[in-house]
């Protein structure tokens, strides 16, 4: 290792000083990589991987190019033994030219490197270096690729790119939504390719992957993806300005009409670098190109929408704040309530719900606290389905456990079966409700006690700013708290909420002893500025001649124009034009905006009319002379109903147009003319009274028809309004029937599920024992297969072994792995004996056994015999094999065979006429036959205490004596004639044949002869 390598700096680090900060929301996406450290601005790969990985790794570095070059510095981070010095490094440098690390703590990450984590640490990227730090987490919880894909997203932002290849658990999931929510790259290991396909499951079912290939095809779209996302020249931020704008619109649009969410007020910087990203995966150079691909592809519209919710958020997320809302809010929250109390709470943008349960935890920790019970009503919502789905389930990885305490994880979460999950318990998840909700368009909760919407408003707008902040201090209770993000604040709202602590970002709800305020663009669609707006609010100072014109008609409007208002069908306001107010008054009740509630007396049977009139015939209605109230006195009005043109939710809209009637002023005047008319004449003229009464019949006759023409128009409503509620109170007696219909059918389904339920609970527990049977016969048959000391091995149609006993294993070299090999692949231990597989395949072919004698190399043998394996169905379902040992037999054997030779030799020597003696070298007599005795005279007794010179007469001793040595020397002597002595003193001449007996090693010890008198 060279000394460039490491770092300058070598002093301990600790997990306080080095580890990454995993708050990545904390600092918007938008912001650019200038501030990255010139040494890591080439391409950083992190490479996660467990069981299995190996392969995985011989099989990407194998891919990539040949030689050095590509720019590309890849970090390896692998599940490794604590307990044993790894090798990684050497094996995966045979596949690589490029230089191969294990990693020092500090050391400099340089291009065209690989760097490998060792053995029983968690490391992290920090300003260009590697800083290895000591577990945090007990062994069999530590996620070091989370870890590590933590801080190279932290690092790296939108540059970060991670690889998670084969393994098990679910190590890499959070990692990867880190690298996401920078506006990152991650790529996947295929099930199909894979040994373990644990670790790339659980991070393809995320649905952030990018890409889902075998590692071979991982090194080319690498390469692909960096030449075009680390290429700045065709970047939508570096494209004209205009062009830029006109692009996002349409984005805006096709994203809108697709999902029905809009984005066209959320941060630009944020949305151009989610699009940056999504075209250098689809390897789109111009973005207009991009906005054509969106609009021939509606999956890439969804994963650009996926791409814009990425958040990352775990479990008590930034550990001051959270400190803080639980010693400042909840415990002032829940000590301020009385018990049995409603605690309401509001978590907007959930996300996968973590921080939601965070909070829920907090709140039950005081509440056990407290001793005391109140009922937590949490509310969590988000418009992303999937993430709402994800936090529902309460499912979460092995990694919570850094961010969770042992303490908080053994009380509030159940591990589940493997260890690779623990999920939320019941008394947490029953506190909370998800659901799917836009905070921008969809209705508040309200009366809420506490509101957390952390880390969403970075990525919005002024102008969303503006409207969000009133909503939460709608939706709160008075002094109720408002949780922000760390770079969150209220910004100009400090009419509305107090500080209490600027840190944490906490809020409390101010209350003036008034009502409540809330927007009346809450209720209203969302405000779309007109295009007369946008160039009146773009006009340069300079222009002050388009200024002064459009000030004139505006105090114009405002002195001349008649009142109106613009509304729907229903009569809801939409907007106001005039002075109303002596025509409108806001109406009595709840608060709202209907031209029809708000019209004062006398005004509202006309306008009913000519508005239901307006909405029929889509076309201008007229009423004169309608006698409306104002300030005690009555006036008469002219009402104008005129529809004009749809908006662009193709809205039907009216416009309402109120003025002083012409009949008015003419009165007025005349009464003006009669009053200086009297003053002259004292008496009244002379057609006055006639006059007078004649109007008044005819304002009577029009008033009247005006009311037979409001009670036909009320008439025909209460009509149509009996017939519709007529039509419903059928069908909804008909919904009834159905309903009825299908709780019979309900009840008669629960009875047989019972009745299903109660019959499995027998078939249960049948099969409970016959399942302790089985395991006990299962247990019998190991001891009696062991016990026998018989080897047996159980093979299928294709030989593959099944099973086999211990003593198997003396003859054929077999352990526990080998169930499932080929028999074949099994070196055996027997000598002369190679056709094992071939014997095994006839039994097979034929169905008649075979036995063969077989010998180990340690000179034990074994009767080796070959059976069919027939099921109890009598079906053929592979053979058995089975070793019986028989050197103790073969032994024996040998013995009787011993054994019976010696006694054919006894007989031929009783048997024989001849005279047959056995002498050692000294001369002893050894053995003497019943041929003997009748030739000599000596019995077998006598002649076992004598010496054979007993037998040789004085003067041939010397040629017996000639006669041993040359036979000692295993010499080879024909028949010669000697003179005997018998017991009774005679001499006989006899022929004699004389044999020297040899034990093993060739030595004489003595002397066998035949003797037969000489005739």
Not at 209 to 222: G, Y
Not at 545 to 554: G, P
Not at 565 to 591: F, H, K, S
């Amino acid at each position: 290792m060279t000394d460039k390598k490491k770092g300058a700096a070598k002093k301990p680090v600790t997990a306080a000083t080095a580890q990454p900060t995993p708050q990545t929301s904390a600092v918007p996406p938008e912001a650019a990589t200038a501030d990255l450290p010139e040494n890591a601005l080439f391409p950083i790969v992190g490479i996660g991987a467990s069981a299995g990985g190996l392969a995985a790794f011989e099989a990407f570095f194998s891919a990539m190019p040949s030689g050095s070059g590509s720019g590309i510095a890849f970090i390896v981070v692998q599940h490794l033994s604590p307990d044993h010095k790894s090798i990684l490094t050497e094996l995966i440098q045979r596949y690589t030219r490029m230089q191969v690390y294990e990693v020092e703590d500090g050391m400099v990450v340089e291009a065209n490197c690989t760097y490998i984590i060792p053995p029983n640490h968690d490391m992290a990227f920090l300003n260009g270096s590697l800083q290895l730090l000591e577990p945090g987490a007990p062994r069999g919880h530590r996620c070091p690729v989370d870890f590590f894909f933590r801080s190279l997203a932290h690092e790296q932002r939108a540059r970060a790119i991670g690889i998670v290849l084969s393994g098990t658990g679910s190590d890499g999931t959070q990692g990867v939504r880190a690298i996401k929510a920078e506006g990152g790259m991650v790529m996947a290991q295929s099930s199909e390719s894979t040994q373990f396909d644990g670790m790339p499951r659980n991070a393809i079912a995320t649905g952030l992957v990018d890409f889902v290939l075998a590692p071979a095809d991982m090194p080319a779209q690498l390469l692909s993806y960096i030449g075009f996302a680390f290429n700045n020249a065709n970047a939508v931020g570096s494209a004209p300005g205009l062009r830029v704008d006109d692009a996002l619109k349409k984005v805006f649009v096709l994203l809108r009409s697709q999902t029905g969410h809009d984005f066209s007020q959320y941060k630009q910087n944020t949305i151009i670098r989610r699009v940056e990203r999504r075209m250098a995966v689809n390897q789109i150079e111009q973005v207009d190109e991009y906005v054509q691909y969106l609009r021939k592809n509606p999956t890439e519209v969804e994963a650009l929408f996926r791409d814009l919710l990425i958040g990352v958020t775990h479990f008590f997320r930034d550990t001051e704040p959270f400190d803080a809302l639980q010693e400042e809010a909840v415990v002032r929250l829940l000590s301020n309530k009385p018990p049995g109390t409603t605690i309401r709470v509001w978590v907007a943008g959930c996300s996968t719900g973590e921080e939601a349960y965070s909070i829920a935890i907090l709140l039950q920790e005081r509440m056990s606290a407290l001793k005391t019970n109140f009922k937590l009503v949490i509310f969590a919502t988000d418009i992303d389905s999937r993430a709402i789905e994800h936090a529902r389930a309460g499912i979460y990885p092995a990694s919570i456990c850094s961010d969770v305490s042992p303490e908080r994880l053994a009380r509030f979460f159940t591990e589940e079966p493997g260890g690779e999950f623990f999920r939320i318990n019941k008394l947490i998840r029953d506190m909370l409700v998800f659901s799917e909700q836009n905070v921008i368009k969809d209705a508040p909760f309200s009366k809420l006690d506490l509101i957390s919407c952390r880390n969403l408003l970075i990525y919005m707008g002024p102008e969303l700013h503006k409207k969000l902040i009133p909503l939460f201090h709608y939706a709160l209770n008075p002094g109720g708290v408002l949780f922000l993000g760390t770079s969150e604040s209220i910004g100009d709202h400090l009419d509305l909420f107090s500080t209490v602590n600027r840190g944490a970002k906490l809020y409390q709800r101010k209350d003036d002893g008034g009502p409540q305020r809330l927007s009346l663009s809450r209720f209203l669609p969302p405000f779309k500025r007109s295009e007369s707006t946008h160039r009146a609010a773009t006009k340069v100072a300079g222009d002050s001649v388009e200024s002064l014109r459009e000030l004139t008609e505006r105090t114009l409007l405002q002195q001349y124009a008649p009142a109106g208002a613009l509304v729907n069908e229903r009569g809801d306001i939409l907007y106001l034009q005039g002075r109303t107010g002596q025509y409108l008054e806001p109406a009595p009740g709840e608060a709202g905006l209907n031209i029809l509630k708000m019209a004062r007396q006398g005004l509202r049977p006309g306008l009913t009319t000519a508005l239901h009139k307006a909405v029929a015939k889509r076309e201008a209605v007229l009423v004169a002379g309608l006698r409306v109230k104002t300030n005690g006195d009555f006036s008469l009005v002219d009402l104008k109903v005129q529809p004009v043109a749809a908006d662009a939710s193709e809205q039907a809209l009216f416009l309402v147009v109120l003025q002083p009637s012409p009949q008015a002023e003419q009165a007025a005047a005349a009464a003006a003319v009669g009053k200086a008319a009297g003053k002259v004449a004292d008496g009244p003229p002379p057609d006055a009274g006639a006059h007078t009464t004649n109007a008044q019949i005819t304002a009577l006759k029009q008033e009247l028809r005006d009311k037979e023409e409001y009670l036909q128009t009320t008439t025909e409503e209460l009509e149509t309004s009996n017939e519709e509620l007529k039509s419903a109170n059928e069908e909804m007696q008909s919904i009834n029937e159905e309903m009825q219909s299908t709780n019979e059918e309900l009840e008669t389904s629960k009875e047989e599920l019972q009745s299903v339920n109660e019959e499995l609970a027998t078939v249960n527990t049948e099969l409970q024992g016959k399942v302790s049977g089985l395991s006990q016969a299962n247990n019998d048959m190991n001891n009696l297969l062991a016990g026998t000391g018989v080897g047996t091995i159980f093979v299928n149609h294709q030989l593959h072994i099944q099973r086999f006993t211990p003593a198997a294993t003396q003859v054929i070299n077999l352990i526990a792995t080998d169930v499932g090999r080929p028999v074949g692949h099994i070196t055996a231990n027997l000598v002369g004996y190679h056709q094992l597989v071939e014997d095994v395949q006839q039994v097979l072919d034929t169905l008649i056994p075979k036995e063969v004698e077989v010998q180990t190399k340690l000179g034990k043998w074994f009767v080796l015999r070959i059976r069919p394996y027939r099921t109890l169905e009598n079906v053929i379902d592979g053979a058995v094999i089975t070793f019986f040992d028989i050197s103790d037999m073969k032994m024996a054997r040998e013995v009787l065979l011993e054994a019976e030779t010696l006694r054919r030799m006894a007989a031929v020597m009783t048997d024989s006429r001849d005279a047959i003696l056995v002498q050692n070298l000294d001369g002893k007599i050894l053995c003497w036959n019943p041929g003997a005795t009748r030739l000599y005279g000596w019995s077998e007794a006598e002649a076992l205490s004598m010496n054979i010179r007993e037998l040789i007469p004085q003067a041939g001793q010397a040629q017996a004596l000639a006669v041993v040595a040359q036979l000692s020397q295993a010499a080879v002597l024909q028949p010669y004639q000697m003179e005997r002595k018998t017991k009774d003193g005679r001499l006989l001449h006899v022929w004699l044949m004389a044999t020297a007996l040899a034990d093993q090693s060739g030595q004489v010890y003595a002397i066998a002869t035949t003797e037969r008198a000489s005739a």
